[in-house]
């Protein structure tokens, strides 16, 4: 709905033309756009059509914020806006300014704004400051954050990928020596048998329901994962197919539901299953993976009935899955959200890859691993270097290019660097778009610990509730231009490793608005000056570029991407030969201990609506779940009689932070034991369960207890 009344109020040819334009889509990580134009898939194919993107479009494409909009309301009254509102309230256009102790946000002028950051950031140590990315910037905008941040003497840089798929790059990197996918766009073309886990690409990523939907067609199988029976993932309409489009295409061959949490046990269990009718590829094994035995005789002597309880799975849906596996002679594991954002999300992604890897499924062409990544850059960002940790040869050529030392200091993690806020320890924190409150768990907590910083500096495109209820003593907002408006060309990364470059355009509305990208110079140049290194310089992005394939590992291509506009795949990623990036060349098997179930009450995922992207809501219904708006709780009819309770009642929703009244309860396809509701509203019931590996916390297994 919200795509067809916004799309006839900006003027369906403007929306087509902008759709068309030569820019990497805004939304997931497949990878859409770029040179070939914005419904072009990474292998050509068009046309690629997806909503998601639209609203997307719609959304940067509606009118400025009024010039009066901070006169009109205060800061109470901000707080109060849902993220609709927000969203809803138009584009920023203009840099305004929180004063401490002000009631009401006021506009200054760019310089005024750029004079504060810089005075905020001389007045204070580097170790009391730190840098966060959300996904959607370039990677030209978040290299120069990262070579900034670490240049003026910090490693307290970070992106969103903490509470996203950092347990995924953990544990990928643990097995096979690389953090990404090790398939590309076209492996998902050559295999027979997809093993979906934890993910809901028809939400979230739906041009990859065309790959799911090819599959099918081509009569391969696809095992669906999810204790949540997710409608779109057992029939699926394909838009840019008329038949399907009419009459659906069945997605789940087989489709399972475990516990949340339940994946370790499951995983183990189909292991166990194919060790039991020696069906491990022992020799892929001895000549390609370490560390084997331990796994395989874990698998073998756990008891079936505690993989029974702990997986929330019968034996025989885990054989089943064993059996089509085998069968298959080319099966991609991919795998989302309810996989990572568990206190055992690294387990469950080591779990996934130990089976790759048992039956030879990794380092072959039309098989492999797939992390279905978020933000249409988060990859990229993380790429180029937006993370605590630098690379020993990434470091040395930063030190060389910038002519300093950079500290060796351990930075923040996100959910640390919230905690560091709380406990006085950080006086300036910049946010590269993004909704970090929003994203955080334990509402209340994340705000009182993002209060105590001195000055908290956003770069956004819209408004959201973040920037109300995340502010600090000080709360500056500058408003940016999206990357199909950029005066220079950017570039993007997708999760299949492939680079895209957006070719930029003019902006949507009228204002102030700036280049990230610029805005970082900026400061930087203020900051740090010009010798012994010129930030201005780095105004031209192809400069940005040049450092970039200097000093990236794989990137070598994007220095000369603006002349030969060669989009192309980063070496050294996808593995089409079983020889991976560890020291001995081949792929490490690690224990995964089945994780302690949680104790006590229901365990609560928060999960995306069919209308909304991470923190920003377009439309409050789901349309998909039946879920009518934002305040529902999804149950299973076993559940819902357990506790008395009628489809539609109102009850009170209790977690380990906070409670929420009011909340409809909802009886639909979810099994017993599970309920799910919506984020970001619900983090203000979830405590922080952080993966003490991946530091992500437990979005997806919170307990929760029912109050009538
Ligand atoms: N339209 C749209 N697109 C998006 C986004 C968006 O918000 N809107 N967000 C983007 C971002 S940043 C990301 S990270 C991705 C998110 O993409 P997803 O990971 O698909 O999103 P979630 O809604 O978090 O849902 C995860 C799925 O995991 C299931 N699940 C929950 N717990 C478990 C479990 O313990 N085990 C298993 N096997 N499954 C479980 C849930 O039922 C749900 O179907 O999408 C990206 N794309
Ligand atoms: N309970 C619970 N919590 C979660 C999750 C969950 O599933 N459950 N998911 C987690 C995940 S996977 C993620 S990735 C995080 C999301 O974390 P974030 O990435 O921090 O949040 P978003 O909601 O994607 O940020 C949206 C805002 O980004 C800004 N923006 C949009 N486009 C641009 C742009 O081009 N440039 C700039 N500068 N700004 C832009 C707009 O102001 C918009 O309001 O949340 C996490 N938190
Ligand atoms: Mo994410």
Not at 279 to 291: C, H, L, M, Q
């Amino acid at each position: 709905m919200y795509s067809l009344e916004k799309a006839f109020q900006v003027g369906p040819l403007r929306l087509l033309k902008r759709m068309n334009s030569k820019n990497a889509c805004k939304t997931c990580a497949v990878g859409m756009g770029g040179m070939k134009g914005g419904m072009v898939n990474e292998a050509g194919h068009w046309p690629e059509v997806c909503k998601k993107s639209l609203q997307a479009q719609v959304a940067d494409m509606i009118g400025a914020l009024p010039a009066d909009y901070f006169d009109k309301y205060s800061l109470a009254e901000l707080e109060k806006l849902t993220p609709k509102q927000a969203e809803d309230a138009g584009r920023l256009s203009y840099p305004v300014v929180l004063d401490k102790g002000a009631t009401h946000f006021k506009p200054i002028t760019w310089e005024a704004a750029l004079n504060h950051i810089e005075s905020a950031l001389k007045s204070t140590t580097p170790d009391r400051t730190a840098f966060y990315s959300s996904g959607r910037s370039s990677n030209e905008a978040a290299f120069l954050l990262q070579a900034f941040a670490r240049v003026y003497g910090t490693n307290n840089v970070m992106n969103c990928s903490y509470y996203c798929h950092q347990a995924s790059g953990v544990a990928l990197k643990m097995a096979f020596g690389t953090g990404t996918a090790t398939v590309e766009l076209e492996d998902l073309t050559r295999c027979d048998l997809v093993v979906l886990l934890g993910a809901n690409p028809a939400s979230n990523h739906p041009r990859l329901m065309t790959q799911l939907a090819n599959l099918r067609a081509r009569g391969g199988r696809i095992i669906v994962v999810n204790p949540v029976r997710e409608s779109p993932l057992e029939s699926f309409h394909v838009p840019s197919q008329i038949k399907s489009l009419f009459f659906g295409t069945k997605i789940a061959s087989t489709y399972i539901q475990p516990l949340p949490g339940g994946d370790v046990a499951f995983l183990v269990g189909v292991l166990k299953s194919l060790i039991e009718k020696r069906r491990v590829d022992n020799e892929f094994i001895d000549n390609n993976a370490e560390g084997a035995a331990e796994v395989l005789n874990y698998a073998r002597n756990s008891d079936w009935s505690d993989l029974v309880t702990n997986s929330g799975t019968t034996k025989e849906e885990m054989e089943e899955c064993a059996d089509i596996i085998y069968d298959s002679k080319r099966t991609i594991f991919a795998w989302a959200m309810g996989l990572t954002h568990h206190a055992s999300g690294v387990d469950n992604v080591l779990a996934v890859c130990n089976l790759a890897i048992a039956t030879g499924n990794v380092g072959k062409p039309g098989a492999g691993l797939l992390p279905i990544r978020g933000h249409s850059n988060v990859q990229g960002i993380g790429s180029v270097g937006v993370a605590p940790a630098l690379q020993d040869s990434v470091r040395q050529s930063l030190e060389t290019i910038y002519g300093t030392k950079i500290t060796d200091a351990p930075g923040l993690d996100t959910h640390a660097m919230i905690d560091a806020c709380g406990k006085g320890d950080l006086d300036f924190l910049f946010a590269l778009g993004g909704n970090l409150w929003g994203s955080n768990p334990d509402s209340n907590w994340a705000k009182e610990s993002m209060a105590r910083a001195k000055t908290i500096v956003y770069l956004s495109t819209k408004l959201n509730p973040g920037h109300f209820h995340g502010k600090g003593e000080t709360t500056v907002i500058l408003p940016v231009l999206a990357r199909d408006e950029e005066p220079q060309a950017t570039t993007q990364e997708s999760m299949f490793n492939f680079i895209r470059l957006s070719e930029g355009g003019k902006p949507n509305i009228q204002g102030q608005m700036r280049a990230e990208a610029e805005v970082i110079c900026d400061i930087a140049n203020r900051v740090l000056g010009k010798t012994p290194f010129d930030w201005t310089s780095l105004r031209d992005y192809r400069k940005v570029r040049e450092i970039i394939s200097k000093t990236i590992p794989g990137w070598q291509e994007i220095g000369t991407i603006d002349d030969t506009k060669k989009e192309f795949t980063i070496t050294g990623r996808v593995y089409h030969t079983p020889r991976f990036n560890t020291t001995s060349g081949k792929a490490l098997m690690h224990p995964t201990p089945l994780p302690d179930p949680i104790k006590g009450g229901l365990a609560l995922i928060t999960l995306r609506s069919e209308g909304q992207f991470n923190t920003v809501v377009y439309d409050e219904y789901d349309f998909y779940r039946g879920m009518p708006h934002r305040f529902c709780i999804l149950m299973s009819e076993k559940d819902a009689q357990g506790l008395n309770l009628k489809d539609g009642q109102s009850v009170a929703v209790r977690g380990e932070a906070g409670r929420m009244e009011n909340i409809e309860v909802v009886i639909g396809k979810i099994r017993q034991g599970a309920v799910a509701m919506f984020y970001p509203e619900c983090n203000i019931l979830i405590k922080a369960n952080i993966d003490a590996r991946s530091k992500t916390p437990a979005f997806k297994s919170a307990p929760v207890w029912i109050e009538v």
